[in-house]
T-cell receptor, first 112, second 113 residues
Framework: SQQGEEDPQALSIQEGENATMNCSYKTSINNLQWYRQNSGRGLVHLILIRSNEREKHSGRLRVTLDTSKKSSSLLITASRAADTASYFCATQLTGGGNKLTFGTGTQLKVEL | DADVTQTPRNRITKTGKRIMLECSQTKGHDRMYWYRQDPGLGLRLIYYSFDVKDINKGEISDGYSVSRQAQAKFSLSLESAIPNQTALYFC????????????FGPGTRLTVL
């Protein structure tokens, strides 16, 4: 089964609203990363949070990490139609040889 | 120009054919990865390479082989393609000792009939 499971699988919101996506994982990690994928295209790195960090910001993005619950959330504030994409969390496992394990993704649709 | 390129971008082939997907990068990164993406399953790691002479199997290597011809090039081969290898294939790169971010190519959409 996947190391990362995202919730919800799909999310539809209006422009200007906030979007929150969650990621749960199963084993100890070095870091957790969020990537964005526009339809049929390559993934683009958004933000990385290390296991000793609890919160990180980048522009309109806010990521939290709770290692006791093995979960992370990605918040996109003041969403725009251009934010429409799939969002994936990826975990780098402790002792995992620097490999990333990806979750199943959340499809976000931002409507005008 | 794109830093990570993949060729071809789309390929339709028949069962039993040998297929090679190519990845090139101009980022100067030493680490390269091949993933496949299937609907609802996210990305799964096929093979990865930490350097030209260092090749490692990923989560789903059966039915695939790779070649790291140079630091900048990493090829994925399907020796005898089968329909359940129909998927979107991505190459990615990373610089060891740097940030843990991976940089992805645009993908190759492969259909095996």
């Amino acid at each position: 089964s996947q190391q990362g499971e995202e919730d919800p699988q799909a999310l539809s919101i209006q422009e200007g609203e906030n979007a929150t996506m969650n990621c749960s994982y199963k084993t100890s990690i070095n870091n957790l990363q969020w990537y964005r994928q526009n339809s049929g295209r390559g993934l683009v790195h958004l933000i990385l949070i290390r296991s000793n960090e609890r919160e990180k910001h980048s522009g309109r993005l806010r990521v939290t990490l709770d290692t006791s619950k093995k979960s992370s959330s990605l918040l996109i504030t003041a969403s725009r139609a251009a934010d429409t994409a799939s969002y994936f969390c990826a975990t780098q496992l402790t002792g995992g040889g620097n490999k990333l394990t990806f979750g199943t993704g959340t499809q976000l649709k931002v409507e005008l | 120009d794109a830093d990570v390129t993949q060729t071809p971008r789309n390929r339709i082939t028949k069962t039993g054919k040998r297929i090679m997907l190519e990845c090139s990068q101009t980022k100067g990164h030493d680490r390269m990865y091949w993933y496949r993406q299937d609907p609802g399953l996210g990305l799964r790691l096929i093979y990865y390479s930490f350097d030209v002479k260092d090749i490692n199997k990923g989560e789903i290597s059966d039915g695939y082989s790779v070649s790291r011809q140079a630091q900048a090039k990493f090829s994925l081969s399907l020796e005898s393609a089968i329909p359940n290898q129909t998927a979107l294939y991505f190459c990615a790169t990373r610089k060891s000792g740097g940030a843990d971010t991976q940089y992805f190519g645009p993908g190759t959409r492969l259909t095996v009939l």
